[in-house]
């Protein structure tokens, strides 16, 4: 892992010597969950342009899996900011940081998530705002969308439901289990494992009615989808 990310370093910085959108930190992060054991495949397909991705939460494995299949940047908790080498790595993705206990800097993170869209095509959230066991949905949390609230024009909220099958339980970083521990626990499985990504219907979160009913109906194609196996748009 660390050779790999010298190696995306140093192209990720040539790749800027030329006027162009820079793959490397997508392809860093998807060589990232390659290297975890993550062996993806993919039902339905990603929106890359206009859209916002709200997506389940089960570890920190989520993060490069989908951005190294969709190419999104992300909508992150201000706490990951605090470790330099962190955020480093964060703002080369475009990760907007939203402090979820300051109100007063709501208008803000508004705008910030707002010129992010426009800038990279796509964000994804994580509105259960925590990881789960994968067993469950937690509920979704509308404040983590009041950039939609009312949406920019021309904006499809697509959900997506990671689904690491029998796996899910033992990947999942839940409870006082330190990120190291889990990190290392991940990398010390003897085989690889399967995870699928669901790109489900995309709808208009203009038509849904505020942030309140898109969190909703974005939880609820996500559990109809756990609850059948398979993606389910109505």
Same mark, same amino acid.
């Given at each position: 892992?660390?050779?790999?990310l010298?190696?995306?370093?140093?192209?990720?910085?040539?790749? &800027?010597?030329?006027?162009?959108?820079?793959? %490397?930190?997508?392809?860093?992060?998807?060589?990232?969950?390659?290297?975890?054991?993550?062996?993806?495949?993919?039902? @339905?397909?990603?929106?890359?342009?206009?859209a916002?991705l709200l997506?389940? $939460?089960?570890?920190?494995?989520?993060?490069?899996?989908?951005?190294?299949?969709?190419?999104?940047?992300?909508?992150? $908790?201000?706490?990951? !900011?605090?470790?330099?080498?962190? &955020? %480093?790595?964060?703002?080369m993705?475009?990760?907007?940081?939203?402090?979820?206990? /300051?109100?007063?800097?709501?208008?803000t993170?508004?705008?910030?998530? *707002?010129?992010?869209?426009?800038?990279?095509?796509?964000?994804?959230?994580f509105? /259960? @705002?925590?990881?789960?066991?994968?067993?469950v949905?937690?509920?979704?949390?509308?404040?983590?969308?009041?950039?939609l609230?009312?949406?920019?024009p021309?904006?499809?909220?697509?959900?997506?439901?990671?689904?690491?099958?029998? /796996?899910?339980?033992?990947?999942? %970083?839940?409870?006082d289990? $330190?990120?190291?521990?889990?990190?290392? &626990?991940?990398?010390?499985?003897?085989?690889?494992?399967r995870?699928?990504l $669901?790109?489900?219907?995309?709808?208009?979160?203009?038509? !849904?009615?505020?942030? &309140?009913?898109?969190a909703h109906?974005?939880?609820? *194609?996500?559990?109809?989808?756990?609850?059948?196996?398979?993606?389910?748009?109505?």
């Amino acid at each position: 892992m660390l050779g790999w990310l010298g190696l995306s370093l140093a192209l990720y910085y040539a790749w &800027k010597l030329v006027p162009v959108a820079n793959p %490397w930190p997508r392809r860093f992060l998807r060589g990232l969950g390659w290297l975890a054991g993550a062996r993806v495949r993919c039902s @339905g397909e990603p929106l890359r342009r206009g859209a916002v991705l709200l997506a389940n $939460h089960q570890s920190w494995l989520d993060i490069p899996i989908l951005a190294g299949v969709s190419g999104t940047a992300f909508v992150a $908790h201000a706490g990951l !900011a605090e470790s330099a080498l962190l &955020k %480093w790595l964060c703002e080369m993705n475009d990760t907007v940081f939203v402090a979820r206990t /300051e109100r007063g800097t709501v208008a803000t993170q508004v705008a910030q998530v *707002r010129d992010a869209l426009s800038e990279n095509g796509a964000l994804a959230i994580f509105p /259960e @705002g925590t990881t789960s066991d994968g067993s469950v949905l937690l509920p979704f949390k509308s404040a983590l969308l009041s950039a939609l609230d009312p949406p920019p024009p021309g904006i499809a909220v697509q959900p997506v439901w990671l689904d690491y099958g029998r /796996e899910a339980a033992e990947i999942a %970083w839940i409870g006082d289990e $330190h990120g190291v521990a889990n990190f290392l &626990k991940i990398l010390a499985r003897p085989r690889p494992f399967r995870v699928t990504l $669901h790109f489900l219907a995309p709808f208009d979160p203009a038509a !849904a009615g505020g942030r &309140k009913a898109i969190a909703h109906e974005a939880r609820e *194609r996500i559990a109809r989808s756990m609850q059948t196996g398979y993606p389910s748009g109505r």
